[in-house]
Antibody, heavy 117, light 107 residues
Framework: QVQLVESGGGVVQPGRSLRLSCAAA????????MHWVRQAPGKGLEWVSL????????YYADSVQGRFTISRDNSKNALYLQMNSLRPEDTAVYYC??????????WGQGALVTVSS | IVLTQSPGTLSLSPGERATLSCRAS???????LVWYQQKPGQAPSLLIY???TRATGIPDRFSGSGSGTDFTLTISRLEPEDSAVYYC?????????FGGGTKVEIK
């Protein structure tokens, strides 16, 4: 059974940094691409970033390019999202998701990030 | 690729047919178009991928069709538990954009 558990969310001031983590279980983590997707309160889904199974390929939405960095540690079955220079518009629930190549098949329950002074 | 979903909201009675549209600004390669269902307070869940393939455990009242730039999700006989927001997404080209969603309300 695929399990994805996000952590590291919270309240942060504009311009500051935050790192989200996602603990994966129930599958061979190193065989799968992983995604981050976010959803602002009351809004739709926004794809944020994708990392390939071995970490060699990384892709970002224009809205976070240059500010966010996706990474993974296959020895720890862990996915990360380093978020720098945070803005109020980055306020959202951030979902970790497992990909079959680029298709998202499984989702975590999400972690809320609030950017506010 | 920009995805435009219509209508924004669909209000129908149980047993009726729901037709949801997802239109792409450019052709979606290999018809790599997916539909997700999201119920209030929950994470999205996979319904249909490759434009027309039902995910495991999805009832056959859900079907997907289309190719190129025009895609459709059809719910043949609405059940009360189908009340949700439905999103399309293309996974052919980065950025992997989502559509804005269609809210299905059951009267």
């Amino acid at each position: 059974q695929v399990q994805l558990v996000e952590s590291g969310g919270g309240v942060v001031q504009p311009g500051r940094s935050l790192r989200l983590s996602c603990a994966a279980a129930g599958f061979t983590f190193s065989n799968y691409a992983m995604h981050w997707v976010r959803q602002a309160p009351g809004k739709g889904l926004e794809w944020v970033s994708l990392i390939s199974d071995d970490g060699s390929g990384k892709y970002y939405a224009d809205s976070v390019q240059g500010r966010f960095t996706i990474s993974r540690d296959n020895s720890k079955n862990a996915l990360y999202l380093q978020m720098n220079s945070l803005r109020p518009e980055d306020t959202a629930v951030y979902y970790c998701a497992r990909g079959q190549q680029w298709l998202i098949k499984n989702w975590g329950q999400g972690a809320l990030v609030t950017v506010s002074s | 690729i920009v995805l435009t979903q219509s209508p924004g909201t669909l209000s129908l009675s149980p047993g009726e047919r729901a037709t949801l549209s997802c239109r792409a600004s450019l052709s979606v390669g290999r018809n790599y178009l997916v539909w997700y269902q999201q119920k209030p307070g929950q994470a999205p869940s996979l319904l249909i991928y490759d434009a027309s393939t039902r995910a495991t455990g999805i009832p056959d009242r859900f079907s997907g069709s289309g190719s190129g730039t025009d895609f459709t999700l059809t719910i043949s006989r609405l059940e009360p538990e189908d009340s949700a927001v439905y999103y399309c997404q293309q996974y052919a080209t980065s950025p992997l954009n989502f559509g804005g969603g269609t809210k299905v309300e059951i009267k």
